[in-house]
């Protein structure tokens, strides 16, 4: 969070700046008409931020542009039309652009502000006719509704382009991280020692079984450990004397697991890089919106009940489905990250059982 709002205030520096050089340097400038390209560092600000950072880039830059390098004599009134052009472009703007709206924008622009309110502050300043003002400003309004148009909608296209590519980099990034991040915890959860894991997979286990969670549930999907995540062996004998179905999961395409009953051991098999899964040409299949309670395994969660799984997104697809379940995983203690780097897709679990505590 600090480091956006740090970023948003240096690039709103940067667009302050840029106002003044389009505005200054780059325009056309009489007492009564300016035609120049300063509205663009005000679309940026308001098309990034909203109106209150177009009010900032278009009334700061005006503001900073007239006390540094002045052309004629100052008025706040100018400032304040620089202010309200931001706040209409971040009104209209800002999260959704339309050539409706940019057009809108633009009338607003020029046909109300520059053509009907800032001759009221040059009458004002120079003591001259109002109604003069108007008619002698109508080439330049004329001018300005085709450039005002024609370069913001170009300015949508490469804003939206650059947005495209930030993005791509973005999120390759947290890819990155998850992987890196994936690949340690689950080295450190298959260093965790026989002794140690028996007796932790165990203390899982009877959290578990103690918890609301499993006392309310019936149908129970879980799974087979691999690759030293927790074991819940131990789970289906307190199923059996409680009377509850546990189910496992099937992956059958490559996005999509489905959740079987095996009743016995002739139920199981070796399938993909020798996971053992239930057959499903035996085994009855559990339908999801019937399952009350989903233990989920994971390769690092963090203290928000974010769950990393194996990155292929097998389970947050699924748990989509299943409508009245209690959303848990189990973990052990060594697994705990400071942050799993949660995107939107991922659903987040209700309860971690840990070997140490439950966190909720």
Not at 28 to 51: E, Q
Not at 231 to 237: A, F, K, P, T, V
Not at 329 to 345: G, H, I, P, S
Request: charge should be neutral; aromatic fraction near 10%.
């Amino acid at each position: 969070m600090k480091n956006k709002s740090t970023q948003m205030l240096v690039t709103l520096g940067l667009l302050v700046a840029l106002h003044i050089i389009l505005s200054r340097f780059l325009s056309i400038n009489a007492w009564n008409i300016k035609i120049g390209f300063a509205f663009v560092a005000v679309f940026v600000g308001a098309y990034l931020y909203g109106p209150v950072a177009g009010a900032v880039v278009g009334g700061l830059g005006d503001f900073l542009g007239a006390i540094l390098f002045p052309i004629g004599a100052y008025f706040p009134g100018f400032t304040l039309n620089c202010a309200l052009t931001g706040v209409v472009m971040g009104l209209l703007l800002y999260k959704k652009q339309s050539p409706l709206r940019v057009v809108i924008v633009t009338l607003i622009d020029q046909l109300g502000i520059s053509m009907w309110i800032t001759p009221i502050w040059i009458s004002i300043l120079y003591g001259a006719p109002y109604w003069p003002l108007i008619i002698s400003r109508l080439p330049q309004i004329g001018i300005m509704l085709v450039v005002e148009i024609v370069v913001t909608l170009l300015m949508i296209k490469i804003m939206e382009r650059i947005k495209a590519q930030a993005m791509l980099k973005e999120t390759q990034r947290v890819k990155d991280e998850k992987r890196e991040l994936r690949k340690a915890k689950i080295a450190l959860r298959e260093a965790v020692g026989s002794a140690d894991r028996a007796e932790y997979c165990s203390r899982i286990v009877e959290r578990i079984v103690e918890s609301p969670e499993y006392r309310d549930s019936k149908n129970i999907l879980a799974y087979s450990a691999i690759r030293g995540e927790v074991s819940l062996d131990g789970l289906r004998e307190y199923a059996a004397r409680d009377g509850k179905t546990i189910a496992y999961p099937l992956v059958i395409s490559a996005k999509e697991m489905i959740a079987l009953i095996p009743s016995s051991e002739e139920d199981w098999t070796e399938g993909f890089h020798g996971i053992r899964e239930p057959r499903k040409e035996t085994c009855p299949e559990m339908r999801a919106e019937d399952i009350d309670l989903v233990i989920c395994p994971c390769t690092a969660f963090d203290k928000d009940l974010g769950r990393m799984g194996m990155g292929a997104g097998y389970y947050d697809r699924y748990l989509v489905n299943c409508t009245k379940a209690r959303i848990v995983a189990v973990a052990f203690e060594c697994q705990k990250a400071d942050n799993v780097m949660r995107q939107e897709w991922d659903i987040p679990m209700q309860k971690i059982f840990t070997e140490e505590k439950v966190y909720e």
